[in-house]
T-cell receptor
Framework: QQQVKQSPQSLIVQKGGISIINCAYE??????FPWYQQFPGKGPALLIA?????SEKKEGRFTISFNKSAKQFSLHIMDSQPGDSATYFC??????????FGTGTRLKVLA | EAGVTQFPSHSVIEKGQTVTLRCDPI?????LYWYRRVMGKEIKFLLH????????ESGMPNNRFLAERTGGTYSTLKVQPAELEDSGVYFC?????????????FGEGSRLTVL
């Protein structure tokens, strides 16, 4: 019940295309769903986050779609760029931000 | 403002040896977390400090792992004796005590290789 399942494990997208990464959770007590972006040799950095009272949040080219009834959320990267190539982690938490992370998706955007 | 800093960036030790990892959180951040990522798997929670107190250490694998945060500033994570399965990247993260959005600020990690 504490797992967050993330897919796909890896993703290759052409420049200008849409990248979509999906996550699913079991624990309905989770109330904070962030996405973290990690470049090689760096630590994860917050990209965008959502709370379950909204179904979508957009920041620039990055959008989180949240489906509370299905217990799923996804990250959409519009107009993907080579600079977006990184590993993306979804996560879920409640309260003290003891995040439960997904296994990560390695995104490569081809120039 | 300096970010979260971790030392060493990479450590290679023999099975049975001891390693101590250090984390300096962002100044003023009361909350400090340790996480670990074993290759290809999820980033897994180890423990959470609030100032110098352990708030939650439910993720610590076993008693070979000891974390401290004396004085509520920097933290150390000691592995003694190290085993092969302890290999991975250990991340430290911090966040303020109040008025924050839930964002964790991560360090670049300490990669531990146990041979």
């Amino acid at each position: 019940q504490q797992q967050v399942k993330q897919s796909p494990q890896s993703l290759i997208v052409q420049k200008g295309g849409i990248s979509i990464i999906n996550c699913a959770y079991e624990n309905t007590a989770f109330d904070y769903f962030p996405w973290y972006q990690q470049f090689p040799g760096k630590g994860p950095a917050l990209l965008i986050a959502i709370r379950p009272d909204v179904s979508e949040k957009k920041e620039g080219r990055f959008t989180i779609s949240f489906n509370k009834s299905a217990k799923q959320f996804s990250l959409h990267i519009m107009d993907s760029q080579p600079g977006d190539s990184a590993t993306y982690f979804c996560a879920a938490s409640k309260g003290t931000y003891k995040y439960i992370f997904g296994t990560g998706t390695r995104l490569k955007v081809l120039a | 403002e300096a970010g979260v800093t971790q030392f060493p960036s990479h450590s290679v030790i023999e099975k049975g040896q001891t390693v101590t990892l250090r984390c300096d959180p962002i100044s003023g951040h009361d909350n400090l977390y340790w996480y670990r990522r074993v290759m290809g798997k999820e980033i897994k929670f180890l423990l959470h400090f609030v100032k110098e107190s352990k708030q939650d250490e439910s993720g610590m694998p076993n008693n070979r792992f000891l974390a401290e945060r004396t004085g509520g500033t920097y933290s150390t994570l000691k592995v003694q004796p190290a085993e092969l399965e302890d290999s991975g990247v250990y991340f430290c993260a911090s966040r303020p005590g109040t008025g924050n959005t839930g964002e964790l600020f991560f360090g670049e990690g300490s990669r531990l290789t146990v041979l």
